[in-house]
């Protein structure tokens, strides 16, 4: 599945689950490795999942969760995606 599936997927995003790792999240929010994992301890970031022994990924739907919540706050009268 691909970014351009997942983003003609319903609003409640809870249909589509899927990991990412940290070279599709940086992609999909535009941000670093260092700036993700300075807003996940200050807790304005969905942490990681820890899938095995120094694995770890984001669960999709938390991620664009997120996304759409940074949209709304911008904006609350304006929904760009």
């Known amino acids: 599945m691909t ?8 609003h409640t995003n809870k249909e589509v689950i899927r ?9 999909l929010i535009g ?3 260092s700036q993700i994992y300075k807003m996940i301890k200050e807790g304005h970031f969905p942490s990681p999942i820890h899938l095995s022994e120094g694995t770890v990924a984001w669960c999709l739907p938390d ?19």
């Open 31 to 33: 941000l670093s490795r």
């Open 3 to 10: 970014i351009q599936d997942v983003s003609k997927a319903k």
């Open 63 to 81: 991620v664009t969760d997120w996304m759409h919540a940074k949209i709304t706050r911008a904006n609350p009268t304006v929904h760009r995606c």
């Open 19 to 27: 990991f990412i790792r940290m070279p599709e999240l940086r992609h």
